[in-house]
């Protein structure tokens, strides 16, 4: 099968790159012509574990091209995916320029009979809306369009791609089915569940699985709120609710609030559709609010601690990415918990793996540090903002040992408030007993079983 990406970013070139390792004959292309430029020269231009070699080995079995002519590289494709971004507008509604832009970039040159298969992230009645922006382009042609959401997640896109727990694809064309089930039947193959289902279902399901992760997490974050003021500690009270199986465990970390670049945008553009269609979505407008408040909140849990020296206090936040192994950090709650701290007086070193690069492009005034070290020297404060699993085996007595104060928020649960009774640092984690310096090895209960307690810090994180 021939098929065409538009758009090369995380969705657009993990998608691509996976669908010519099922054997079909992909070309991906991007407006950025840099990038396209980066990509033909075997670069990747995202951080992304395994693509690299994937893409390597599928360019070298000549099933992978790159273009930045639309032109030139859809003209022929049984099928074309369009996969451009959908962010939020001002009043939180989707914009969806982008894949408006791309469905008339196409209408030109589309050949008859081609299927337009939306994988954008995009609210109930596009797919609908599309099809009448191609019509009114090339009112003769005869094509089909079709909804195929994706739900692969950054930092394991690749595996979530070819090993999925399910496709789904909708159309009320039958001839974009046949289509969509040839393009998958790879995976349908090895017992993958593919299901097909009407386009406007297909559209709700994608923003009903990201609405209901995101009610989950910002459930045990409230979970984690009232511990932090009764003495309970979430992490055992998320595993005791995980082992129903009709709750599950993924998905109950408490942390510093989900961020990327799907739950927020696609939570505001699920309740402004609820709005739009009189059918108000209650839950997800107060999540919404909830989860904006917290940043904020944390910031204050730090300057609170920190008092009278708030003003000139240096803070190193670890992890700048909304969640491990990506460099994306759209949404990423580092972006609204840094600025609340400047606000406050605070100078910023940051670190993290991969994402500094990106950071530098939307803050300002920060200090970036080579490895966490040197962020947390001489600093008062440390912050972890991203689970990052070289944070996890940091050398905690070495960085308490060369900063100037002595406070720790560890706002992922990396570690046990147990391992700190050693340690000359006053330690807030979320949802869990706070460990004051002066008082550590009597304020901290041992926790009943560090295994789950250790399981459950590890689940799934916000994104
Ligand atoms: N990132 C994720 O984890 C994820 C997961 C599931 C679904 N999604 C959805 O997938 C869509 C894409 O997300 P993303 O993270 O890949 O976005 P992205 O910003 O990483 O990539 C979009 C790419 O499209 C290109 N582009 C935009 N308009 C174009 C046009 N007219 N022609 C050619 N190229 C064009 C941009 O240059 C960019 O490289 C969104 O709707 C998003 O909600 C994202």
């Known amino acids: 099968m021939k098929i065409t990406i538009i758009g090369a970013g995380y969705v657009g070139l993990t998608s691509g790159t996976c669908l010519a390792e099922l054997g079909h004959h992909v070309t991906c292309i991007d407006m950025n012509e840099d990038r396209v430029a980066r990509l033909r020269a075997g670069e990747v231009p995202i951080y992304e574990p395994g693509l690299q070699e994937l893409m390597a080995s599928n360019i070298q079995a000549g099933r992978l091209l790159f273009s ?11 099928a074309v995916f369009i996969a451009v971004g959908t962010p939020s507008l001002a009043d939180g509604d989707i914009d969806l320029s982008f894949v408006q832009d791309a469905a008339r970039g196409i209408a030109r040159v589309i050949k008859p009979n081609c299927v337009v298969v939306v994988k954008s992230t995009v609210v109930v009645g596009t797919c609908k809306a599309l099809r009448e922006i191609i019509a009114e382009e090339r009112g003769a042609l005869d094509f089909s369009i079709a909804s195929n959401p994706e739900f692969l997640r950054e930092g394991t896109a690749v595996r979530d791609f070819l090993e999925p727990e399910r496709v789904v694809f909708g159309s009320d064309d039958p001839r974009a089915c046949a289509v969509l089930e040839q393009i998958y039947q790879p995976l349908a193959d090895r017992g993958v569940t593919v299901m097909r289902t009407s386009n406007a ?7 009903s699985a990201n609405a209901f992760l995101a009610l989950k997490i910002g459930f ?40 990327g670049s799907c739950f927020p ?52 936040v670890l992890g700048l990415a909304f969640k491990a192994n990506t460099d994306d950090i759209r ?23 991969k994402a500094m690069t990106e950071a530098a492009k939307q803050l300002d005034d920060i200090t970036f540090c080579d ?5 947390a020297r001489d600093a008062d404060g440390v912050i972890v903002l991203t689970e990052w699993d070289e944070y996890r085996h940091l050398d905690l007595a070495k960085i308490a040992g060369t900063m100037r104060g002595a406070l720790l928020a560890d706002y992922r649960n990396l570690w046990l408030p147990s391992d700190m009774t050693d340690l000359d640092l006053t330690y807030l984690s979320i949802g869990r007993p706070t460990v004051s310096r002066a008082s550590a090895a009597v304020q901290v209960a041992k926790p009943a079983s560090r295994t789950v307690e250790r399981a459950m810090t590890a689940t799934s994180s916000a994104g």
């Open 68 to 78: 930045a002519d639309t032109v030139d590289g859809a003209a022929d494709a049984d």
């Open 201 to 207: 279902n297909a559209e709700l399901i994608k923003y």
């Open 220 to 259: 045990i974050n409230d979970v984690a709120n009232l511990c932090e003021q009764v003495g309970g500690d979430v992490s055992a009270v998320a595993a005791g609710i995980g082992l129903d199986t009709r709750i599950g465990s993924a998905f109950l970390s408490a942390g510093p609030g989900f961020g």
């Open 265 to 316: 945008k696609d939570t505001r553009a699920f309740a402004a559709t609820g709005r739009k269609h009189d059918a108000p979505q209650g839950l997800i407008e107060t999540l919404i609010e909830g989860n904006e408040a917290r940043s904020r909140m944390l910031a204050e849990r730090v300057l609170r601690e920190l008092g009278s020296k708030a003003n000139g206090a240096t803070i190193a």
């Open 331 to 353: 949404d990423s709650p580092s972006l609204a918990i840094i600025p609340w701290l400047q606000k406050a007086g605070c100078r910023i070193k940051a670190h993290d793996p």
């Open 371 to 375: 490895n966490a070290y040197d962020a």
